[in-house]
């Protein structure tokens, strides 16, 4: 029975294959934008949100008890290297990194800025975030004597000044005395992590300590991990066993970009919704024709005996096979194209300065997400089954004897 109602369906379906084709193309298409538009979109959060995690805080991040709130050089973490330690032997982390950080003033001859002064290891910034592919210009180093400064692209802008120049940093240190020293620019660096590449001084992590007068402490504890699942679970261990230290999640120091996140699923929702309104309008539109077409024929059918439930089901048969058609044609263009982006990355360079601004980056790689698929699905399929509801209640008040003598 089955099968005989499949090869009526498409039996029918062939006899309309303009109209069949046109609804088919509907589908497709909109599932094609559809899959797109969630693939480049996402693509743009989680690209930030890598930029953030990668350039500054990590997964979890570790500091003082009150530094986040004063933000003072004299809340260091004491005894970092036992700590970190303990860390690199856990098999959830993936790797760990530490940060002097002081706000100060960075300098040339003729402009002066606020800045943040970060004191890193080259070495270890490379294994931990692979800072050094954000590198623009220059070279990811301080230079022998470890004289050298590594600093935002959009600080450079600012100060007018680009690799090889001189500028004067100077801050306060644990003292409460002001340092200063002179530093010359290595390189540029540009995360479109909006905070870091309007501030960032990268700066030799031992010149750091030295020009800020904190011993062996440090200002952070940055943690990146191989699963995102154990970052509540790890967060809840370390602070219940240092009860001294603050520990944030990513999406506590960056909530916009978590709200981003779930704004992302909102949109999701929203297109999924319009792409089950169109296949459901396309469907409904197309059996609501056929059937009044078919009046005669299905009056014919019903005085011979055939029951309502079959016919039903030949109706039903007929949209999930259109929408069946448009699912699946629209799945495939939509995920070549979905891959292409994924691995060449959409380039968006003519809008590179407004992107910039709102710490998007020029080239966007898309997504490729199964949820993108399945809901895409149960879209078609809701649509498919709720579009025939009215053509189907037209046809069951229909005269069977009536409708044998239309024509």
């Known amino acids: 029975m089955f099968k005989l109602i499949c090869k009526i369906s498409w039996a029918s379906l062939k006899r309309r294959k303009t109209r069949s084709l046109m609804v088919i193309l509907m589908i497709s298409l909109s599932l094609w934008g559809l899959l797109f538009m969630e693939g480049i979109y996402d693509g743009m959060t989680e690209q ?22 004063e933000r003072k050089i004299t809340q260091l973490i004491p005894d970092h290297r036992a700590l970190k330690r303990r860390l690199d032997r856990d098999p959830r982390v993936r790797s760990t990194n530490t940060r002097i950080l002081q706000d100060g003033l960075v300098a040339t001859a003729h402009y002066s800025r606020n800045c943040l002064i970060i004191g890193i290891s080259p070495k270890s910034e490379k294994k931990h975030g692979q800072l050094d592919n954000y590198l623009i210009a220059g070279h990811f180093d301080f230079g022998r004597r470890n004289n050298g400064a590594i600093i935002g692209a959009k600080l ?67 943690i990146l991990l191989h699963d995102e699942q154990a970052l509540e679970p790890l967060q809840k261990e370390l602070q219940a066993r240092q009860p001294r230290l603050a520990i944030f999640r990513w999406d506590e120091i960056y909530p916009a970009l978590l709200q981003g996140r779930v704004m ?10 319009i792409v089950f309104c169109v296949a459901g309008l396309g469907i409904f539109g197309v059996m609501l024709v056929s059937i009044m077409e078919r009046l005669r024929e299905f009056g014919i059918l019903l005085a011979v005996g055939t029951s309502f439930r079959q016919i039903c089901w030949m109706v039903i048969g007929e949209s999930l096979v259109l929408g069946s058609i448009g699912f699946m044609s629209g799945a495939v263009l939509g995920g070549t194209t979905l891959f292409y982006f994924h691995r060449q990355g959409l380039d968006l360079s003519l809008f590179s300065e407004g992107l910039e601004t709102f710490g998007v980056d020029s080239i966007t790689y898309a997504l490729i997400r199964p949820e993108y698929f399945l809901y895409s699905l149960l879209a078609v399929i809701l649509a498919t089954l709720i579009s025939v509801i009215l053509p189907l209640r037209m046809l069951k008040k229909a005269n069977p004897v009536e409708a044998i003598h239309t024509l």
């Open 48 to 69: 930030m949100i890598t930029n953030a995690i990668r350039s500054d805080c990590g997964d979890l991040t570790i500091y003082a008890k009150d530094y986040r709130l």
């Open 156 to 222: 450079a802008r600012k100060l007018k000044i680009g690799v090889g120049k001189k500028i004067i940093l100077s801050a306060q240190d644990t003292q409460n005395e002001v340092s200063a020293i002179s530093l010359k620019v290595r390189g540029l660096l540009r995360t479109n992590n909006m905070l870091f590449d309007e501030m960032a001084v990268l700066i030799d992590q031992n010149k750091a300590a030295q020009m800020l007068s904190t011993g062996k402490g440090i200002s952070q504890i940055s």
């Open 264 to 273: 992302m699923k909102g949109f999701n929702m929203v297109t999924n919704l």
